[in-house]
């Protein structure tokens, strides 16, 4: 029994909070809302090291670790390891399949697509990137957004077609879980299951960390359904006490519950005594250098590989200008 126990206790590990949110990252909203939904006991905590990584979210249990970009991420991990299964119920009913599927390509598609191309950026900052330095975080951020460009195929020829396809297919995707839900207390089985903490993961984020001119966001707010189920959830989920919660937050953690309150990342109290640095600090300062160093050079590498590859096809476009076929 006392190993049982030991197993239960979890520690999910994403992006900060903010927004009014436990955390902001929108990969990591859905396991939080799983692990909730399923009353496993979890401690919250927060990685700043590693902006870019795709680990991120993780759950850690003892030695066990369930990776985001392994096995499917971090839901499907849990499930199939014997931690937590809320679907045990519904993996053959192919509504739910479908459903599901929906919110993982549709949604998923919509959500990074606003984020990092339909937009300004500010929102990918604040998650990902105001712990940087400016330039750094600016210089991750464009690569990022190459990448996702890669993702979704999008290019210069088909950005608006692709764009239309994107909020078009949401659209489809919002109309179709409203009608699913009604006026149900969850989608399938009047229980939780992934689709709902993957659903409310992709709602919170759309409704509180997307500017108010989001298209995304508008599309959602046209179901008031989906935005009634939303809010119930976060009031249950997310904006309730700690102690009468099946989660709870480490010390690591600003509050996810009160957006004004002041942030454990704010810059030091000016009225705060200086003290002489531990090693353990200086060693960790040392890393947090090295990491900055590697992945600025990481870049800039990434950069010129980029504008070498974009002279080539230039250089080759001239070349068959200029080719003599007599």
């Known amino acids: 029994m006392e190993e049982a126990n030991e197993r239960e206790k979890l520690t999910l590990v994403t992006r ?37 990584s795709d ?25 199939e390891d014997g931690f937590v299964d809320l679907d045990s119920q519904v993996r053959g009913i192919p509504e739910w399949i479908s459903a599901k599927a929906m919110v993982d390509s549709w949604l998923a598609d919509a959500t990074i697509y606003e984020l990092w191309v339909g937009s300004d950026g500010t929102s990918a900052h604040k998650i990902y990137y105001s712990d940087l330095p400016w330039p750094l975080g600016k210089i991750l951020y464009l690569k990022q957004v190459h ?12 950005a608006e077609r692709r764009e239309e396809e994107i909020y078009r297919n949401a659209n489809d995707a919002f109309s179709a879980l409203s009608t699913r839900l009604g006026e149900q207390a969850y989608f399938f089985e009047n229980r939780p299951t992934s689709l709902d903490a993957v659903f409310l993961g992709h709602a919170l984020f759309t409704l509180y960390a997307l500017p108010e001119t989001s ?10 359904n989906l935005v009634r189920y939303t809010e119930k959830y976060k009031s249950e989920l997310v904006d309730s006490s700690g102690s009468s919660s099946s ?9 996810s519950s009160v957006p004004r309150r002041p942030s454990q990342w704010s810059s030091k109290p000016k009225s705060k005594p200086k003290r002489e640095k531990t090693e353990e600090e200086k060693k960790f300062r040392r890393r947090a250098k090295y990491f900055l160093v590697t992945q600025l050079v990481a870049v800039l590498v990434f950069l010129s590989l980029l504008g070498g590859s974009d002279a080539a096809e230039v250089e080759l476009d001239e070349d068959d200008d200029g080719a003599d076929y007599d």
């Open 147 to 158: 990448v996702v460009k890669q993702i979704l195929g999008i290019t210069k020829e088909n």
């Open 55 to 79: 680990q991120i979210p993780y759950v850690e249990s003892g030695t066990y670790v369930a990776y985001n970009n392994e096995k499917g991420g971090v839901i499907r991990s849990l499930s």
């Open 215 to 224: 298209v995304l966001r508008s599309k959602l707010l046209e179901h008031d």
């Open 16 to 52: 900060k909070s903010c927004f009014g949110l436990p955390t902001s990252c929108p990969n990591c909203l859905p396991v939080y809302v799983y692990l909730k939904f399923s009353a496993t006991p979890f401690d919250l905590d927060f990685n700043l090291n590693n902006p870019d």
């Open 247 to 255: 989660g709870t937050h480490s010390q690591s953690d600003p509050s």
